[in-house]
């Protein structure tokens, strides 16, 4: 492993978490059908993992965000790139992200899918930083919470690098 990255959670971690994330999700929408939205790309990983974890019936639809260009700090600018193909009315929505950090992002999307009337809206993340909080806002199923250290890998980048690491690394400049 390259010398700036230490492992924080490995493969077998992350996946028993994840198994546990997705009991409880199916037991809190009972048997209904859940759609699930992942946020591009840092989730793609994650929400691959978790919709297998989530017993019963599951929609899987995407939404492309912006937040990040290319450093290790947010710049607070949220950009959608890409928006939900269908409505989302009345359904039980979940929406699955990789990271929490200042909030900024989830709290912009939090607003926007409100808009659009679902039957329930939640929030899975695998990982939150609470220290870095801008915005007053908690996810409703959280992986694991960390300190304020960049980490890359299970779908987080560092300049579109590292995403493909099966575990999640803290990431240290040298
Ligand atoms: P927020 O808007 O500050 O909460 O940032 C959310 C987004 O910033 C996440 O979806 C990630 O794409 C990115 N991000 C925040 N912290 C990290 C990190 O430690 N590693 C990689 N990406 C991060």
Do not use: W
């Not at 990983?45 to 990040?68: H, K, N, Q, T, W």
């Amino acid at each position: 492993m390259a010398d700036n990255l230490r492992v924080l959670f490995s493969e077998q971690q992350i996946q028993e978490r994840v198994a546990e994330m997705g009991a409880q999700i199916r037991a809190d929408h009972e048997d209904r059908v859940l759609t699930c939205i992942g946020v591009l790309k840092g989730s793609f990983l994650f929400m691959a993992d978790l919709v297998r974890a989530i017993p019963g019936d599951v929609r899987c639809e995407f939404l492309g965000v912006s937040s990040y260009h290319g450093g290790t700090r947010s710049t607070g600018v949220v950009q959608i790139t890409q928006d939900l193909r269908y409505p989302i009315e009345g359904q039980d929505v979940l929406i699955i992200e990789d990271i929490i950090d200042t909030g900024l992002t989830m709290d912009y999307l939090l607003r926007m899918l409100r808009t659009r009337g679902p039957r329930s809206l939640r929030v899975a993340t695998l990982l939150d930083k609470p220290k870095r909080r801008e915005v007053a806002l908690s996810a409703d199923y959280t992986g694991f919470s960390i300190p304020d250290e960049f980490v890359v890998g299970y779908g987080l980048d560092l300049g579109e690098l590292y995403r493909n690491l099966p575990y999640v690394a803290v990431y240290s400049p040298e």
